[in-house]
Every structure is written in structure tokens, then in C-alpha cells.
């Protein structure tokens, strides 16, 4: 069965710091990716997502997200952030008509 | 647009209680879900519905907990009798047809004690 793994499950970092996420998942074939993300006292909501196409994907506020099918790989970036940034990051695929999650990631971002 | 509407936002009852809870997906959405997250766990599927049928329930533990949304819009779903490890985050998103991006509601935050 699919899984997805997140390789960090806390990162702290310092405002204006690059972050990189990592998320991998366990088999390939067609995929469907996305990156969600919570925010604190917040429902989930989508930060960007991968059917086909460009595998370098842009989202909200910044973020971006790179498709690598050889490394089974969706790693989320974003080149500077910002304390509200805070918040719990979650890599998903869709497989088999539903969504499978990685534990997720809680960034701190120190003002 | 409204977005997707859970009640109640937090509940606390003692083991062995009953307990339910309702979601209101976005209007037009054909396909709801529900999902059980665990502090520290991404969301795990209980259970699917296309409109008012069933599409995966194959982690729903069936002897105590249920769901229904008999009109294909609303949802409830219930545990009789909860157990401690009940305590989660039941989150209930839906998703318009012909798209995968599910839209999630805030979460019913229950804690067993």
C-alpha cells in the first residue's frame, strides 16, 4: 500500500531562513501530490498540489514544491520565511480514489 | 463561498459515553470524508461517502463507530461506546466532483477521559 514520509517531524528556524520540507512517498506509477498546511487554531487548507506538467510547482505565499519521480520525492521549499509561517505542514498523495498523509511537520519560526 | 461547517468545535466525555458529531460540506460537493488525527499523526480515512452512499468505509472500526448522511449533503458520525484512545481531531472535508483537492473542515476536537 502507499505511504508518505515526512522526514522532519519539527523544525525550528529563524526568519528570513530557507526551508526545505521533505516528503517521500513508497511507490510510484501516476500520482497526484499535494502539501496542506495548518495553521494555529485553523482548519486545514491546501498550500499547492502536482497532477502532470511542470514537476517545479508554485503555491501560496511563496512556497514551491519539486516533483522528483526518480527519488519519489515532493520536497517543499520556500527561499525566505516568516513567523507566520508558523505552522503544521502535511505532504499527501492521492492513491486508490483517496488521500494518504504523512505524520506532518511542525515549523517554528523565532521572530 | 462557505466553507465546510463541523459541530461541536470540542467535546469531552467519559468512556463509554456516546458521542456524535455533524458536518456540513460545501454546497455542490458530492464526495465527503471523515477523518480521525491523532495528536502527532496525519489525518486517517474513516470513511467516504458519494452523496448519500458509501464508497470506503474499510477503516471505520464498525463496532463502534458509525456514520450516515441520508440525504447526501449533511453527515453524522458516531461512536458508542468511545475509548480513550477515541481521543482525536475528527475532521470532515469534502470535494467537488472531478477534482482530487479536498476542502477540510476546522475539526471536532474529543477528548475521552
Known amino acids: 500500500a502507499q505511504s508518505v514520509s515526512q522526514h522532519n517531524h519539527h523544525v525550528i528556524l529563524s526568519e528570513a531562513a530557507s526551508l526545505e520540507l521533505g516528503c517521500n512517498y513508497s511507490?510510484?506509477?501516476?500520482?497526484?501530490l499535494f502539501w496542506y498546511v495548518q495553521y494555529p487554531g485553523q482548519h486545514l487548507q491546501l498550500l499547492l498540489k502536482?497532477?502532470?506538467?511542470d514537476p517545479l510547482v508554485k503555491g501560496i505565499k511563496g512556497f514551491e514544491a519539486e516533483f522528483i519521480k526518480s527519488k519519489f520525492s515532493f520536497n517543499l521549499r520556500k527561499p525566505s520565511v516568516q513567523w507566520s509561517d508558523t505552522a503544521e505542514y502535511f505532504c499527501?498523495?492521492?492513491?486508490?480514489?483517496?488521500?494518504?498523509w504523512g505524520a506532518g511537520t511542525k515549523l517554528i519560526i523565532k521572530p | 463561498e462557505a466553507g465546510v461547517a463541523q459541530s461541536p468545535r470540542y467535546k469531552i466525555i467519559e468512556k463509554r459515553q456516546s458521542v456524535a458529531f455533524w458536518c456540513n460540506p460545501i454546497?455542490?460537493?458530492?464526495?465527503l470524508y471523515w477523518y480521525q488525527q491523532i495528536l502527532g499523526q496525519g489525518p486517517k480515512l474513516l470513511i467516504q461517502?458519494?452523496?448519500?452512499?458509501?464508497?470506503?468505509d474499510s477503516q471505520l472500526p464498525k463496532d463502534r463507530f458509525s456514520a450516515e448522511r441520508l440525504k447526501g449533503v449533511d453527515s453524522t458520525l458516531k461512536i458508542q461506546p468511545a475509548k480513550l484512545e477515541d481521543s482525536a481531531v475528527y475532521l470532515c472535508?469534502?470535494?467537488?466532483?472531478?477534482?482530487?483537492?479536498?476542502?477540510f473542515g476546522p475539526g471536532t476536537r474529543l477528548l475521552v477521559l
Open positions: 502536482y497532477f502532470s506538467g
Open positions: 511507490y510510484g506509477g501516476t500520482v497526484n
Open positions: 461517502f458519494q452523496n448519500n452512499g458509501v464508497v470506503d
Open positions: 499527501a498523495v492521492y492513491s486508490n480514489y483517496q488521500l494518504i
Open positions: 454546497s455542490g460537493h458530492a464526495t
Open positions: 472535508a469534502s470535494r467537488p466532483g472531478g477534482q482530487e483537492t479536498q476542502y
